[in-house]
Nanobody, 123 residues
Framework: QVRLVESGGGSVQAGGSLRVSCVVS????????MAWYRQAPGKEREFVSG???????KYADSVKGRFTISQDNAENTIYLQMNSLKPEDTAMYYC?????????????????WGQGTQVTVSS
């Protein structure tokens, strides 16, 4: 199966930086995209940034130019570097593996989520 563990959250002042990490333990070989989502209290979970199996990044408009996603395949870790943080970035940040197959492996046809790491930005 797949297990995701996030870390690196914390409290910072507006304008500060944080880097959150997601270590992925995989016991099956799937094709996948990775992504970061966040959920603020009382709000829906929203996409923040993703990186596909070819290493192409994408970002939500709200974080473009401030956040950078990267991955270390040797360490099975993805990172989200967050700069110029704003109070509206305050949320629980979740790591997700969107499995893309192969279809003959049922565990490779579902998504996996971590437990989240809290990011709090004060003004």
């Amino acid at each position: 199966q797949v297990r995701l563990v996030e870390s690196g959250g914390g409290s910072v002042q507006a304008g500060g930086s944080l880097r959150v990490s997601c270590v992925v333990s995989r016991f099956i070989r799937c094709t996948y995209d990775m992504a970061w989502y966040r959920q603020a209290p009382g709000k829906e979970r929203e996409f923040v940034s993703g990186i596909d199996s070819d290493g192409n990044p994408k970002y939500a408009d709200s974080v473009k130019g401030r956040f950078t996603i990267s991955q270390d395949n040797a360490e099975n870790t993805i990172y989200l570097q967050m700069n110029s943080l704003k109070p509206e970035d305050t949320a629980m940040y979740y790591c997700k593996q969107a499995s893309l197959g192969p279809e003959y492996l049922p565990l490779c046809t579902r998504d996996y989520w971590g437990q989240g790491t809290q990011v709090t930005v004060s003004s």
